[in-house]
């Protein structure tokens, strides 16, 4: 069994910044893959970014390339999700996934493909 526990959200101003952080714990953590998905107020979960936990090569949705940075600590089986120049249209509640699937080509981007949810922080954005 995994546990995923997320911490970090909260209400931030447009412009602003914060860091989302996601603890993994588990006799049966073995990730290949650790990832952040979104769902904005009535819409479907999307993809954030996700990082491989072996090589640290991360994937990012248009959306946030350039805004957001994921990465991995091994030692401490986290993931964080560093975000910057927030917009309005980031608002949502954040998900840790983790994908027990070998890499194949690229990191895993649909809900399908993650087998391990932590329950979400919400993050608001606005003025």
């Known amino acids: 069994q995994v546990q995923l526990v997320e911490s970090g959200g909260g209400w931030v101003q447009t412009g602003g910044s914060l860091r989302l952080s996601c603890a993994a714990s588990g006799p049966s953590f073995n990730a290949y893959t650790m990832a952040w998905f979104r769902q904005p107020p009535g819409k479907e979960r999307e993809f954030v970014g996700a990082?491989?936990?072996?090589?640290?090569?991360?994937l990012y949705s248009e959306s946030v390339k350039g805004r957001f940075t994921i990465s991995r600590d091994t030692t401490k089986n986290t993931c964080d999700l560093e975000m910057k120049e927030l917009k309005e249209a980031d608002t949502a509640v954040y998900y840790c996934?983790?994908?027990?699937?070998?890499?194949?080509?690229?990191?895993?981007?649909?809900?399908?493909?993650?087998?391990?949810w932590g329950q979400g922080t919400q993050v608001i954005v606005s003025s």
């Open positions: 990082v491989s936990y072996v090589s640290g090569s991360a």
């Open positions: 996934a983790t994908s027990d699937r070998v890499i194949r080509s690229a990191l895993p981007s649909r809900p399908a493909e993650y087998d391990h």
